[in-house]
């Protein structure tokens, strides 16, 4: 095995995260669209460790049910009660007998650190010839976190708890982050030795540290700049911290890889989302899951894409889509509402208060305004007349209704799948088609209209009705008699 490739690492998430204050686990709550688990393990994936090992406790049957999903190469261990974090990694290692080689332990709720720091933190340790390297951080505030003590001349000696620390050793601002690179053998030789002689009555990881110097191995540390990225959540006023600085980061990054963000502050882009150069993002726009945005398209303002893939060149005003594919060029909203299977072709328009489920738009078809359009496939340059309703549900199956490559529906149709309007085909205002209609008719059904003549000033008399209708119907008598007047004034 290449020396840079850990034998393990451990991630520990076995804890209950009670400042939550939730029904589910701390770690299942996510940020930028993953879990904060799922963060953790994405980064331990990326060193390629032998062995990817992912301590669980509480809440275990979901997390694990999650991480098969997104995390399938990772295995578990469980920690029935929750001794400690030393404790935590004796389970794992209990699980893995044999391991040599360095071991790196992580956390499940430090959402921004990178694989690129624990890369760093791994290198450190292989090139110093380390027994234990801790990844530490200075922060302004070192307040809850344990301290990390050196020796006269600058070596690392232990790491005290904050509970455990005189008031001298709490003045230290240099912090254990709580990860470390470790010898497989030195660590597993210190976690025998651990007691639960402290304030808290666990068994510390951090003692390891301890031990390891005091037996005379070569102990150090890799303090890390960037202390957001050694930040755990421990409730949800860090979660929207965390979660917020996520996001600046991700959308700095498309910035600079050249996207236009107007207002990167009410933009919210998952860590999964992809986007190509010349995007331009209104604000107040969520693009989620893994929606993707082509060159030149502009989505917002006010907008939630997820798992949406827009095309080149189109335009996304106001919209909430689901699974959608909006072709190149296409235009979108406003207030639309798009949902799972729908397929916008190249141009096609879905306009105002229009809602697509399951709906493929042919090139250049266009659905303008107010309808419901679900289970269809609209031809290409077709025209759904405003009001359009494809009625698909039959209170108990769905089904599917076409409509002909450059048809033309008039507005306030209703189209009761299943149903077919051939190609060239126009439906006339106000129908509700029911049986299919071959390409170039012309369909037809509706009530046909009858005007029932004085009906207004019989049924409905001393009404503002009928005295609007009187007066218009003497206007209209006046005016025939001028005209006659007139008529035979000029010989007529
Ligand atoms: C720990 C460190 C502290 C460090 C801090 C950084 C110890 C004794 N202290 O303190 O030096 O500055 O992290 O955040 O290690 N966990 C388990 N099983 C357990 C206990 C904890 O899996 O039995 C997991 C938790 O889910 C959590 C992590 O380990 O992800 C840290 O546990 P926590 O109790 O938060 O440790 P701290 O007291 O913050
Ligand atoms: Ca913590």
Redesign the pocket.
């Known amino acids: 095995m290449s020396p840079d490739r850990p034998a393990a690492v451990v991630v ?4 209950e995260g009670t400042r939550m204050r939730s029904s589910i686990p701390k770690i299942l709550h996510a940020v930028g669209g993953r879990s904060l688990v799922h963060h953790a393990v994405v980064a331990a994936a990326e060193l390629e460790p032998a062995h990817l090992v992912v ?1 669980v ?1 509480h809440g275990r049957d979901a997390v694990v049910a999650h991480l098969a999903d997104v995390a399938p190469k990772a295995t578990t261990v469980v ?1 029935e009660q ?4 030393g ?2 990694v004796q389970c794992a290692l209990a699980d893995l007998p044999d391991i040599e080689g360095t071991v790196v332990v992580t ?3 430090v959402p921004l650190l990178t694989a690129a720091i624990l890369r760093t933190l791994v290198d450190a340790h292989t090139e110093q010839r380390n027994a234990v390297t801790v990844l530490t951080a200075h922060l302004g505030d070192p307040s809850g ?2 301290r990390v003590l050196r020796s006269e001349n600058g070596s690392v000696a232990s ?1 005290v ?1 904050q509970k455990d620390a005189t008031e001298e050793q709490c003045e230290i601002r240099e ?4 990860v470390y690179a470790f010898d497989a053998a030195v660590l597993r030789d210190a976690l025998a030795r651990l007691d639960t002689d402290n304030a808290q009555g ?1 068994l ?3 003692d390891v540290v301890g031990h390891a110097t005091a037996a005379g191995h070569r102990v150090g540390a890799y303090a890390v700049q960037d202390t957001w990225a050694v930040e ?1 959540v421990n409730d949800r006023v860090q979660l929207a911290a965390l979660h917020r600085e996520l996001n600046r980061r991700t959308v700095a990054a498309w910035m600079r890889a050249g996207v236009s963000v107007v207002d990167p502050a009410t933009t919210w882009v998952d860590a999964d989302v992809t986007l190509e150069p010349d995007v331009l993002l209104e604000p107040n726009t969520l693009l989620r899951g893994s929606t993707h945005v082509a060159a030149g398209a502009s989505v917002g303002p006010n907008c939630l894409l997820v798992d949406t893939q827009v095309g080149a060149g189109a335009e996304v005003v106001s919209t909430t889509s689901y699974g959608a594919v909006i072709g190149p060029g296409a235009t979108v909203g406003p207030y639309t509402y798009l949902r799972p299977g729908t397929r916008l072709g190249r141009g096609a328009k879905a306009g105002g208060f229009v809602e697509l489920k399951a709906a493929e738009l042919g090139d250049d078809a266009k659905v303008p305004h107010l309808s419901y359009v679900g289970d269809a496939s609209i031809g290409e340059g077709a025209n759904i007349g405003a009001g359009t309703i494809v009625a698909n549900y039959d209170g108990v199956a769905k089904h599917r209704t076409v409509v002909g490559a450059h048809s033309f529906v008039g507005s306030d149709s209703v189209l009761v799948a299943p149903v077919e309007i051939g190609d060239g085909a126009y439906v006339a205002a106000g129908s509700t088609v029911t049986s299919n209609v071959s390409p170039g008719a012309l369909a037809v059904a509706r009530g046909k209209q009858r005007n029932i003549a004085g009906w207004v000033a019989r049924r409905r008399a001393g009404t503002r009705t009928a005295a609007a209708a009187e007066r218009a119907v003497a206007m209209m008598h006046d005016k025939t008699q001028q005209d006659t007047q007139q008529d035979e004034r000029s010989g007529g």
Not at 82 to 85: D, I, K, R, S, V
Request: proline share 0%.
């Open positions: 520990l998430a076995a804890g301590v406790g920690q929750q001794l400690g974090t404790h935590a956390y499940g709720d976190y344990g790491v708890e912090v254990n982050s709580g666990e510390y990881l951090t755990g």
